[in-house]
């Protein structure tokens, strides 16, 4: 995926570019129906071992706004996958008298497609599609004594230096080329460890190499997935986040919500949820040396992490708390649904 330029080409730029793709004419007044087109995949699993994605966004009765999760991101795939994955978005769009937009940068691209018309188009405050719960994940006595029990069990030296990921296990996670920038640096960060929590999937996964240095390196440790990742958070100094391609991630609001910064590859979805030099650090997309050498100036600059680890817990806090974002999100639902005489009688009667 790439960032999105200029306006969609094609005679209607509020339609598909290929007439064969446009179907039947729009109704005048169609009923409200919100697309949420997300790289997060549903039917995945995070690193608690739960669903993730937008799934439980859907509305299974029919009879509201329907929020629909697409099935895959529209830039996976190649050749006639790609094109079957363009013509699903492209078709829920035109069903939809709105798109909801998880990011800003998922919008650019959706739009840089063609995918969907501009005019349609929704993005709530700065994106995600559930917020965070930030007193779930803040700092605890309870969640650092839990840290620290995590890093003895694990043999990580209470003093040593953690750089850590949380998600699956999977090579578009970058977990590759996360384990292949921590090469680089082990011998010359020697009280640096890497924790990497989630669990290791079938499809995806990394190669054999790096499975065998993830499990025979005494400084790579891999905990699968946990019943409970906040005290994770807490056992790290920093989070890495080398995704190839994202919704909105979750995890970046959920180490700052530890007060805890995160560097990321500047990747759709991931470079909204982390302000470069404010936050964490973003680098080029696939470019190990760069990621090397951003994890190796937060392992080695402790106060670095202090100052952007409470600038990401402010900026969570005022923008991605979970209740501004569900709030945000009712109201969009009340607005789309008192604007069309044939629901806005659902409002009088929820009363």
């Known amino acids: 995926m790439r960032p999105g330029r200029g306006s969609p080409s094609g005679a209607d730029a509020d339609g598909p570019a290929d007439s064969a793709l446009a179907g039947p004419e729009e109704p005048d007044r169609p009923l409200p129906r919100a697309s949420i087109p997300s790289a997060a995949r549903g039917e995945r699993r995070n690193a608690e071992g739960g669903a993730a994605g937008n799934d439980r966004l859907v509305d299974p009765s029919g009879t509201g706004p329907d929020l629909r999760a697409a099935g895959a991101s529209p830039g996976d795939g190649a050749g006639p996958l790609r094109w079957v994955l363009a013509l699903m978005e492209r078709m829920t769009s035109f069903c939809a008298t709105h798109i909801l937009y998880v990011s800003r940068s998922l919008r650019e691209i959706y739009e840089e497609m063609e995918l969907g018309p501009r005019r349609k188009g929704v993005l709530l405050l700065e994106g995600s599609s559930r917020g965070v719960e930030v007193g779930r994940f803040a700092r605890s006595l309870e969640r650092v004594d839990a840290a620290r029990a995590l890093r003895a069990r694990l043999g990580i030296p209470q003093d040593a230096r953690v750089a850590g990921f949380v998600g699956r296990l999977t090579r578009d996670k970058g977990v590759e080329d996360l384990v292949n920038a921590f090469l680089q640096m082990e011998s010359s960060l020697q009280d640096l460890h890497l924790l990497l929590v989630g669990p290791l999937e079938k499809d995806d996964c990394p190669s054999p190499e790096i499975l065998e240095q993830m499990q025979s390196l005494p400084r790579i ?119 069309h005489p044939d629901t806005a009688h659902l409002l009088t009667d929820a009363t």
């Not at 990321?264 to 680098?283: E, F, K, N, P, Q």
């Not at 402790?302 to 600038?311: S, Y």
């Not at 009712?330 to 789309?336: K, M, P």
């Open 221 to 339: 440790h891999v905990t699968g997935a946990l019943d409970d990742v906040a005290p994770a958070y807490h056992a790290m100094d920093f989070l890495v986040l080398p995704s190839y391609r994202e919704g909105f991630p979750n995890v970046p609001l959920e180490a700052a919500a530890a007060g805890i910064p995160t560097i990321g590859y500047r990747s759709t979805g991931v470079r909204d949820a982390i302000v470069d030099g404010v936050t964490g650090a973003l680098v080029e997309r696939g470019d190990v040396e760069a990621l090397a050498k951003a994890i190796a100036r937060y392992a080695s600059d402790p106060e670095l992490c202090e100052k952007h680890g409470e600038a990401a817990l402010e900026r969570v806090r005022r923008i991605f708390d979970h209740e501004k974002v569900f709030a945000a999100l009712a109201d969009f639902y009340h607005q789309a649904l008192a604007a």
